[in-house]
């Protein structure tokens, strides 16, 4: 069987990967996530997964390599990663009391092919006071995620409803993407 390697550090990534019975390496890309030009945020998305699995392909080339990219869209704002406890607060102001749609773009890579694709899962968040924002910002718990939070932690509380999956949201839509890693020849372990 072919080595599937996620370029990736995420631990909610990792996980969902586990859950679903793929054995993999992970290796973190270590990327820049900036792109030059996108039309749109799906493909904005798709450019910084297929950047991510690309840069690990390059050292790996008798591996599978997947990559991945999750940002927020609010008002038509993309929404990634807080720098700092400030700009956590704006953002989570930003989606209080909104839909917002979580974008994850992936890339699967080997020596021959190339597969891009997005996914998109729609989220309800309740209108949040201040003291909510401030509360949930010292957890510190959203800094490494996409908007400032992580939908299935403290901030689940605040979710009110979910159009989609909730593995788009943390940033690895298992279902869409395990039917292209079948096409490259991966399989979950408990499939074989």
């Known amino acids: 069987m072919k080595r599937l390697i996620l370029a990736s550090s995420s631990p909610s990534r990792k996980e969902i990967l586990e859950r679903a019975g793929y054995e993999f390496d ?6 820049e996530e900036i792109v030059d030009s996108y039309g749109s945020p799906e493909e904005y ?8 699995a690309e840069h690990i392909a390059l050292r790996n080339k008798d591996a599978v390599v997947l990559g991945a990219d ?8 993309l929404l990634g990663k807080p720098k700092n406890e400030e700009k956590s607060k704006e953002m989570l102001r930003m989606l ?10 992936f890339a699967i890579v080997d020596s021959r092919n190339i597969a891009v694709s997005h996914a998109k899962t729609t989220l309800k968040i309740k209108k949040l006071t201040e003291d909510e924002i401030n509360a949930y910002v010292l957890t510190q718990e959203g800094f490494n995620g996409a908007g400032g ?3 299935m932690k403290k901030f689940s509380i605040f ?3 979910i159009k ?10 298992i279902y ?7 096409e490259f020849g991966i399989k979950p372990k408990w499939m074989d």
Not at 26 to 31: A, H, L, N, P, T
Not at 70 to 77: H, S
Not at 164 to 173: R, V
């Open 159 to 161: 979710v009110e409803c």
């Open 164 to 173: 989609g999956t909730s593995s788009c949201i943390a940033g690895l839509p």
């Open 96 to 105: 209080s009391g909104k839909k917002v749609i979580a974008i994850t773009g």
């Open 26 to 31: 992970m290796i973190s890309s270590d990327v």
């Open 176 to 182: 869409e993407i395990s039917k292209y890693l079948e």
């Open 70 to 77: 999750l940002m927020m869209l609010v008002d038509g704002e």
């Open 45 to 52: 998305v798709e450019k910084l997964a297929l950047k991510k």
């Open 149 to 151: 939070f992580f939908h």
